[in-house]
């Protein structure tokens, strides 16, 4: 089965059930040493799998929430510290037998133009007078597509819990874990995308 349908610029159609195929399976994802999970090369696969599926449901969760038109830009995918350059990030963390943060970033701009209160120019006063209305919008966007993209997780570790969506204005110093991060793209602007998967707590039998 070919990926997801390309378009001729660089974009990604959003991904639909049964496109994207990903094997959840624990025991490739990992070696066994003493009894800990250890990382190998092959979870940079899983990794980036997992951003790819919440960045389709974010899209989905735009579309059915606001009318938004969002598509993925595979081009971006990126592994490595997530770092940002929007002033507005949002993150859900879940917890199990792994723990982790999905996460979401944007700009002003793109945040008032989702609730069609923004232009091309944002004043700090606007920004700071719609930050209710926004930050709830986004929120509920994230608290939606966080929990469909759990299930992917899910499906190799078992239950996880989430927890609901926190909004932060302003910067972040993020930790140096497990990350991958895609942008989505749309008319009102560009999302960052980002997973974090923390295993340091991960057992095996």
């Known amino acids: 089965m070919p990926p997801y349908p390309k378009r001729r610029d660089g974009h990604d159609e959003p991904l639909h059930g049964g496109v994207l ?11 066994r040493k003493g009894g800990t999970a250890v990382i190998t090369d092959a979870s940079s ?4 799998a997992f951003t790819l599926v919440f960045a389709q449901k974010m899209c989905q969760a735009l579309l059915d929430m606001c009318g938004a038109h969002f598509l993925i830009n595979k081009e971006s995918l990126r592994e490595g510290t997530f ?6 990030t949002l993150f859900a963390g879940f917890s199990g037998a792994i723990q982790g943060n999905y996460i979401v970033s944007l700009d ?19 920004a700071l007078d719609f930050r209710k209305e926004y930050g709830g919008f986004l ?6 597509a966080v929990g469909q993209a759990i ?16 909004a932060v204005f302003g910067e972040i110093e993020f930790p140096d874990i497990m990350s991958a991060s895609i942008v989505i793209e749309g008319r009102e602007g560009k999302i960052l995308c980002g997973f974090f998967l923390n295993l340091a707590n991960l057992k095996t039998s």
């Open 21 to 31: 195929q990903v094997c959840l399976r624990a025991d490739v994802l990992f070696r």
């Open 45 to 48: 696969s899983y990794l980036k």
């Open 83 to 88: 770092s940002t350059p929007y002033r507005i």
């Open 108 to 126: 002003d701009t793109v945040a008032l133009k989702l609730i069609g209160a923004g232009d091309e120019t944002v004043s700090p006063g606007k």
């Open 139 to 144: 929120k509920e966007a994230l608290n939606i």
């Open 151 to 166: 299930e992917a997780p899910g499906k190799s570790y078992g239950d996880l819990a989430y927890s609901p969506g926190t």
